[in-house]
């Protein structure tokens, strides 16, 4: 699975920014805990995405920043155009989780709109005070996170897809594609700027604790408002990360991989056991495109 150290980005990479536009809030109301009747792993995905929106904006800010910091023209054609449709995407994901906090707000988390405040500050505050490559470096690891959660669905724990209803498994398989496609844009242009291997490292520590903080906070807030905060869902939050099959557990190994000095993110490329996966959702992805397309 791994083993093929100096990989490289596939020279004919295709990164295809799609437009999808779903509607959570009334399947939300209809089916509270839409994956599979669970609230611990329906709130772990309510909790999880909804950190994506702020997220995104960061990675896309920093890549902007390094890209115009080193210059176009000191940057390969290919991976300028790289960079461009990343943060296409990035942009369209954004929108879609935004979405989906929304409806949560709706339905009554409205907490959930302090923790989004809480992190835009956050991301104020290390455009602020970090360098753009240090940026860059946390991005870079969280891509690599975001890409390793695809590789957990199609190969690891395909349950937490096929587990969830419409539309929120066409979102994920959606989403999970398009980490794929983009997953080594970051890392690419981190080398490019002459990142070094601690400050990855380091990135990728950072990113891995503060996100595992900042999920459990959001995670908890959404049981507790639900009056379900108690001794059997605390132990199913933890198997569920860090259980025999828990997700951190099964990631742990793809995400080490990361501290490899030769690593480089298309040592592994999911995109068409993906499709053959999830080739169902992708069809409904596509018809959603062109649906939007021809309204
Ligand atoms: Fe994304
Ligand atoms: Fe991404």
Redo the contacts with the bound molecule.
């Keep these: 699975m791994f083993g093929k150290p100096r990989a490289q980005t596939p020279s004919a990479l295709k990164l295809i920014p799609r437009i999808v536009r779903f509607d959570y809030e009334s399947v939300m109301r209809q089916n509270r805990y839409w994956h599979g009747g669970d609230p611990v792993v329906t709130h772990f995905f309510n909790a999880l995405q909804a950190m994506f929106p702020e997220g995104?904006r960061f990675?896309m800010d920093s890549a902007r920043d390094v890209r115009d910091m080193l210059g176009k023209d000191n940057i390969p054609a290919e991976l300028n155009e790289q960079i461009r449709l990343f943060i296409r995407?990035?942009a369209m994901?954004g929108r879609e989780h935004d979405a989906w906090t929304n409806a949560l707000i709706s339905l009554g988390y409205i907490g959930m709109e302090g923790f989004d405040l809480k992190l835009k500050r956050d991301n104020q505050w290390s455009k602020k005070k970090l360098k753009p490559l240090w940026r860059l470096s946390m991005t870079a690891a969280s891509?690599h996170f975001?890409a390793s959660l695809a590789h957990l669905f199609i190969y690891k724990r395909p349950d937490l897809i096929e587990k969830a209803a419409s539309p929120f498994r066409e979102l994920l398989v959606y989403h999970a594609m398009e980490?794929v496609e983009?997953k080594a844009v970051c890392f690419d242009l981190f080398k490019q700027a002459k990142g070094g291997y601690f400050l990855r490292s380091a990135g990728m520590i950072f990113v891995t604790i503060d996100l595992l903080v900042r999920l459990r906070n959001r995670q908890e807030y959404l049981l507790k408002k639900d009056g379900l905060w108690n001794a059997k869902t605390q132990k199913e939050m933890r198997d569920l990360l860090w259980g025999k099959e828990g997700i951190m557990r099964v990631l742990a190994p793809y995400l080490l991989q990361y501290f490899r000095p030769d690593f480089h993110p298309w040592e592994t490329d999911e995109r068409r056991d993906l499709v053959a996966k999830y080739g169902q959702e992708m069809q409904v992805i596509d018809a959603q495109q062109t649906q939007v397309s021809a309204a």
């Design positions: 995104e990675f995407q990035e994901h891509e975001t980490e983009h």
